[in-house]
């Protein structure tokens, strides 16, 4: 492949990202054609269900087709989905080349687009550069596995710290970092965190810039809990979902009618004004009652129907009134399997999340929850922001996990790394095969 080939191939990928609705679960797609060196077409996949990237550019070139060349981003389908495929169109148009950013990672085309277009005389050339594989890495972890692309971030010190002795992590890294993370956050469906970090750090886990809708916020907890004073459950920007194991259905008595499963969907975060304003309300009046409670009230929130029982609690401590609470906030719950050490599984939630139609998820955890996630091999990417500082004694980056020892370590490569004014952003994939199959 020459420069040229080159250069306009990976042109098609800022015009894939030009589309102005939703492609997904379609993955973006731009193309560009070129005869004698001139571009006479462009076409990018502009909605889900729409017109494909090589259509719009065949059917709007200024010129005849004969002998010109077709890049594109992504292999042309050759199966009849939503539209016609594309292949067939190709070889009628008399394009003479097509050269592709990479190979449709989904089964029903993996191939038979380029054999087909082999086939019919057409000179075909494969790129498979690692831009394309960075730019395809969400939808291709999507079409291949149950799992959305799950990445673990977390801002570290050099000793491997992401909280000091007493618990403390605001702020480990500098505001570039910071403001990078939040950056990172925005380019996510999902992002799950932990009812200890929630009580430790009391996130915000917004975007704050207003430019895109916040993702929907998980908490990962083993009970059903309530505490108006934590952002989590003010719901400032976004959505938030409580993940709890499925006894706490029981626990919590709750009737089909609030039943969470049934509700959490994609792009419930455009929903934010809404969920704001009933937030707000809310709020208001909790505010007027947490002036005279003790901070300390919070904890007494806890689902714990024995012990409310035992210790006869007014009704404001049963799970009940909980879950009335998390209802009039607009906090969804979502009941998963428990796993063996009485948790939410975190490998059934990722599937549940996929179920739904969430495609890319980030995990901004501790150590634990971290470690749980690349235990159970379910973290694609890990996302790292490195202060140049040594805290000493502290909370590692891991927490709990497994004896991989030497032989059996699992592999990243580092894909992105970036100064940011003193600190490092580091991604790395993991490269071995995993549970999921992929590699
Ligand atoms: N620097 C950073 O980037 C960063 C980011 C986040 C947090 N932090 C720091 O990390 C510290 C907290 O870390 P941590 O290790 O104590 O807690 P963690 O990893 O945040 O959370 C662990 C807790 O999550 C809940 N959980 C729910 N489902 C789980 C599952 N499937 N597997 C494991 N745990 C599950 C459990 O609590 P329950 O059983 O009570 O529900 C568990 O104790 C805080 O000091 C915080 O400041 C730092």
Redesign the pocket.
Known sequence: MDSFDRHTLVRTLPLALRHKKKVSPNPAVGCIIIKERREIATGYHNEYGGAHAEVVAINSARENLEGSQLYVSLEPCSHYGKTPPCADLIIKSGIKKVVIGMKDPNPVVAGRGIARLKEAGIEVEVADLPAFQEFYKIFTKNITTAYPFTTL????SIDGK??DHN???KW?TNEHSRETARKLRAANEVLI?????VR??N?QLTVRDGSKPSPVRVM????LFFDENLFFFQNPDGKSVIAVPEREKTISRLNDEFDGNQKLKPGVAEDAKAAYISANNIADTSASNAASKPASTSANNIADNSASKSAGTSASNTSENIVEKLKKAGIEIIFVKS?E?N????DELLKELKRRGFQSVMV???????A?FINRGLADELALFIAPKIIGEG?GYF?GLNAFGLNGSLQFTFSKMRELKGDIFLTLRKESKDVHGIS
């Open positions: 971030k977390a801002a570290v992401i909280a618990g403390e992590s480990i965190t932990s009812s200890r970090t430790a750090d996130p990962m907890s083993s009970k796993d050490k948790h939410p599984d975190a901004e955890a501790g150590s634990t929850l971290s749980e909370n927490t």
